[in-house]
């Protein structure tokens, strides 16, 4: 039996867009294959707000992440983390030969404006990167107020991870000042994993330019440098079957259902599981920076959340259990994709049923 999929990633992925992943292939040198990068970009554009170019990456997340970190330090990163997708970022850069600098924030807590001012004020760095939204923990960062920090640092290419958040709830990029936002597509997006997206902003190209060791599959320039020359293509072989789905989704988020109602639905469904949460458990993340995503229960019962996600595997449903070293501290819920309340509901009261609550 199929599981419906309440995890962070990946999520339950329309059949109208699964049909789309199994169409039959085009010449990636073709004018269609332009054609359809150049569309799959403009509408990037929307979701995220911006003018900047955008870049794919056959790659998850993690490959855009890495080759950001590479392709944009020339002095000195300094990484804000929230949790373990923030850690991995440091990771990056340091098996990069990239100089950093971790800073990470105990657990539940989001990245304070005032740290980052802090830390950039001392001149040693020229890139930062922060989790927008931190899947370990459930927490969502305040980044409008990083945004009115980061407009002190002008010198300074801003590197944000919305990879469980875009599509999701609204970032926008250029308002907030981000050089490279980066998202994947098996989370809020909804589709399969396998493609990774980010914006391009000049800042962040002209810093590359000054960098000279950007590796070569993601040096994130060289992918800009490509879409230039050759109208909208990717240097190597790109998972065009992605390409279509991510092409059909975003007309689906765009144009039928539409941004705004789209985060109005992740906001409402957010509401109701930590309402929930609130009345059998407690959330986990400190109040005021809580995921619009997904949401990180505190297990306050010590409830067998193992054994929880059986019996709920048994009646076609999984929820995650949490993340690293808060597995059976935490569970965790997602309300993100195309999932709608009724989902959320069932969840719930099934959850209630196991749980005799
Ligand atoms: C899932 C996730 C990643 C990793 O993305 P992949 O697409 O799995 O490489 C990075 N950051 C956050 C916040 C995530 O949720």
Redesign the pocket.
Known sequence: MHKKLFI??PVEVRPEVLKKMSEPMIGHRSKDASALQRRISDNMRKLFYTESEILLST?????L?EGAVRSCTAKRAAVFSV????N??YEMAKYNNVPADLYEAEWGKPTKPELIDEVLSTGKYDLITV??????TGIMNPVDEIAEVMKKYPEVVYCL?????AAGTKIEVDKLGVDIC??????AIGLP?GM?ICTFSEKARERAEKVPFRGVYLDLLALYKYIQKKDYQYPSTPSLSHMFALDYQLDYILNEEGLENRFARHISMAEVVRAWAEKHFEVFPEKGYWSNTLTNIKNTREIDVAALNKELGARGMQLSNGYGKLKDKTFRIAHMADMQMEDIKELLSNIEDILKL
């Open positions: 962070p990633g790659t998850s997340g993690s490959g992440m949790g373990a997708f923030g991995r970022w989790t927008h939204n931190e899947t370990s991870d919305t990879v469980s958040s980066i998202t994947s597509t098996q989370k994993p990774a």
